[in-house]
């Protein structure tokens, strides 16, 4: 028998131990190492009880999902029927749910007899952020134990609970609470059922509790997660199965599950979502480097500005136990920027989301000053500062004379170089980039940006750090725009010439906005600002000059003052929360299209789709081809954290994936030929789109020289 399980007997009691590092993944060696135990543990005469334990710090993570699409994952025995036999146990089961258990972990508890769990346990049914449904009974047990509302809220949500809400809600039975060692109280928790005879018990002979669902629950519940689950089709699914439990008894419940399940799982969507939750994973992995390279220590971190970002970056540490100091020019502007994250921290507080005394623990965490020496005992410091090269070189400058050795000096550029920025000290090695997302605080990408001289554990304590102050990194070679602006440039370009050539605001911000993003390209124009996108583009103005045509529309509106929501007006006049087409905006765009020789003409949603997302396709495979990011995976999960690419695509490269890449190499030599002299400026397929589609290849498959070199 493997060792993935282990099995002892304590005072008559059975103890199977769930033992895979790191997170006792239902594997078919668990499978098998748990029915094998059990049926022993069922046989021996001498054993009264038996309780499901795990010798790792979780209790388990649920499936094994690098088994999904394998043999593995099909080889004997299924979930599924290890579970029915344990709930078919003649002899009394206690989960002793020491830690996490999800997915599958929780599926593994709700079919024994009891539940015995730590405080600091937290139970959940994930599976919705991979594409699918809890498909070993979840959806079935759960509401019969917790109630449909319960059942509904979690499996949809995909969130944990804490042991007491599983306590409350009837899932769990009892709560280990004090310090004494945890297996040790599971046992004496199960003598005591023995010693009072505590009934075997099945969910087969429960029916959901129906008195208590509010009417309409069902309805309303689909109706009050219909935009944020817009275009998945996993939580309808799940939502569904919740219903049949209330219909179906246990075993015509569970076929249905499964039939569900199935339709989930063979969808694109599900491919996408868990190629992202690999991928995100695999972002932390930098080639060329020794992951055994020690890290540096970070416990004091110090922010240069208190603006919109440096007053979000210091929030996400604060929230992580971090002391953070920050340095300003002016008292004032540090008593704005501490009283925009006090005004944050008290809104959550209204809501319900902490405690007036966590509140003030926060705060008490961050102080500021207007004094670089006092910047002296930071681990690390984050510059903040206005966009410009010159003020941050002088920032650089004067943190290198007082930081201390070791301490790691970055910047939040969302452009600029970061090896210019390193010049100005005497440090290189320890300067890296920083590219929060705004805002700040909520934003899950941070964007690393790897110096040529930035030290290798420089670049491991950052993406650590990162993982402290739960942002998802993503590490991207010091190159203009990183990795996500310079590949949203095109996708940018696209839709300024687009309305040019007579699409209007409103039927592009359709298009994207039905592929899954969260808002089309104009109104992220408006919301983010015309003006900053102006001034983004002045700075390269060289560059561009070799396109007259280059987001004329964008400059014109904002030669007329018309900068987006904050003066009201852009590419949509704004009345309160009301946004509304603006004729002028067409007329503007008729007029400089006569200007420019362009001709007007009516443009289908198809060729706007293709324009923008397969150019920003073909932006991450020159990204990819020239070394910036490291497995088109990085691009993906940029794009999902960073820019709204909807999830359920995968991110753009896992959709090219999926469509095929001939298929989007053919549409944009289409528009090279069709666009005239504009597709042929534009339009010109990155080399390895083209290796890659001649080869019938992936770009999953390929491997960037990067890791060739090791
Ligand atoms: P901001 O104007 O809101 O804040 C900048 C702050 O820096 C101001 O409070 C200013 O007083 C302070 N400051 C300026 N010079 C200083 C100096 N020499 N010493 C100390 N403080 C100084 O700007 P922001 O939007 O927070 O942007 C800051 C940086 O973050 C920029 O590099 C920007 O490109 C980058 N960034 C911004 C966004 C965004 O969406 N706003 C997103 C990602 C990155």
């Given amino acids: 028998m493997s060792s993935a399980t282990l099995y002892q007997v304590k005072n008559n009691i059975a103890i199977i131990s769930l033992n895979s590092p790191p997170v006792n993944g239902l594997g078919q060696a668990v499978r098998e190492g748990i029915l094998d135990n059990f049926k022993k543990a069922h046989a021996d005469d ?129 709560i280990h609470a004090d310090d004494s060692d945890f297996l040790e109280a599971a046992l004496a928790y199960t003598a005591e059922l023995i010693a009072t005879n505590a009934p075997v018990k099945t969910c087969a002979d429960l029916s959901v509790d129906t008195s208590n669902i509010p009417e309409n629950f069902f309805a309303d519940f689909r109706k009050s997660i219909a935009r944020k689950t817009r275009g998945f089709i996993a939580p309808e699914k799940c939502i569904q199965c919740v219903e049949a439990s209330l219909e179906l008894d246990l075993k015509a419940g569970l076929e249905k599950e499964a039939d569900l399940f199935m339709q989930c799982m063979t969808t694109s969507q599900a491919r996408a979502q868990q190629h992202l939750f690999f991928a995100e994973r695999a972002a932390t992995k930098i080639p060329g480097i020794d992951k055994n390279t020690a890290i540096r220590k970070i416990e004091q971190v110090a922010i240069i500005g208190a603006g919109t970002m440096g007053g979000g970056i210091a929030m996400n540490f604060i929230n992580a136990g971090v002391p953070v100091k920050v340095l300003e020019l002016k008292q004032e502007a540090l008593d704005k920027g501490f009283g925009v994250i006090r005004q944050n921290y008290e809104i959550s507080a209204k809501k319900g989301r902490m405690t007036q005394e966590q509140v003030e623990q926060r705060m008490s965490l961050l102080s500021g000053t207007l004094s670089y020496a006092e910047l002296n005992e930071a681990d690390l410091i984050i510059e903040a500062v206005f966009e410009n090269m010159d003020i941050k070189k002088k920032v650089f400058a004067s943190l290198d004379e007082v930081a201390k050795p070791g301490a790691i000096l970055a910047s939040n550029t969302s452009t600029l170089d970061v090896d210019a920025i390193a010049s100005a000290t005497n440090r290189p090695e320890d300067v890296i980039g920083l590219h929060f997302f705004s805002p700040a605080n909520v934003m899950k990408l941070l964007e690393i940006v790897r110096g040529s001289k930035t030290a290798d554990d420089v670049l491991l304590t950052s993406i650590k750090m990162a993982q402290l102050i739960r942002k998802v990194p993503v590490v991207s070679e010091n190159q203009w725009g990183f990795i996500g602006n310079r590949v949203l440039e095109p996708y940018g370009r696209e839709a300024g010439r687009l309305m040019l050539e007579g699409a209007s605001p409103a039927q592009i911000d359709k298009v994207l906005y039905e592929f899954g993003f969260a808002m089309g390209l104009p ?178 498959s390929y491997k960037p020289s990067a890791f060739k070199k090791t």
């Avoid at 830690?99 to 769990?117: I, N, P, Q, S, T």
């Avoid at 009974?137 to 134990?145: C, I, N």
């Avoid at 070799?546 to 900068?563: F, H, K, Q």
């Fill in 523 to 700: 109104s992220v124009m408006d919301l983010a600002g015309i003006d900053v996108g102006y001034l983004t583009r002045q700075a390269r103005k060289d560059e561009l000059a070799i396109d007259p045509t280059y987001a004329a529309v964008s400059d014109r509106l904002y030669e007329l003052g018309r900068y987006g929501q904050k003066t009201g007006r852009g590419a949509y006049i704004y009345k309160g929360r009301e946004k509304i087409e603006d004729p002028e905006v067409m007329e503007i765009s008729k007029e400089l299209a006569e200007k420019f020789g362009v001709e007007q003409r009516e443009i289908s949603d198809q060729e706007i789709l293709e324009r923008t997302v397969y150019m920003l396709i073909n932006e991450g495979a020159q990204v990819l081809g020239e070394g910036v990011s490291y497995r088109s995976s990085d691009i993906d999960v940029v794009y999902a954290y960073g820019y709204g690419f909807p999830a359920h695509r995968g991110g753009p490269m896992q959709y090219a994936d999926e469509i095929g890449l001939d298929k989007v190499l053919a549409s944009i030599e289409k528009y090279r030929e069709e666009l005239g002299d504009y597709g042929k400026l534009w339009f010109t397929p990155a080399p390895i789109l083209k290796e890659l589609a001649a080869a019938g290849k992936t770009f999953k």
């Fill in 46 to 174: 001498s054993v009264n009880a038996i309780i499901i334990a795990s010798t790792g710090k979780l209790f388990c993570g649920g499936a094994d999902i690098s088994e999904f699409g394998t043999e593995k994952m099909s080889a004997a025995p299924f979930l599924g029927e290890v579970l029915n036999q344990l709930e078919a146990s003649q002899k009394p089961v206690v989960a002793a749910i020491n830690g996490m258990a999800l997915g599958g972990g929780l599926e593994l508890c709700l079919v024994c007899d009891y539940r015995f769990a730590s405080a600091k346990a937290k139970l959940g049914l994930p599976e919705v952020h991979l594409g699918i449904l809890p498909g070993a009974g979840g959806t079935q047990r759960l509401p019969r134990l917790a109630g449909a509302v319960k059942a509904t809220e979690m499996i949809v949500s995909g969130k944990p609970v804490s042991a007491k809400e599983a306590l409350e809600s009837g899932f769990v039975d009892a």
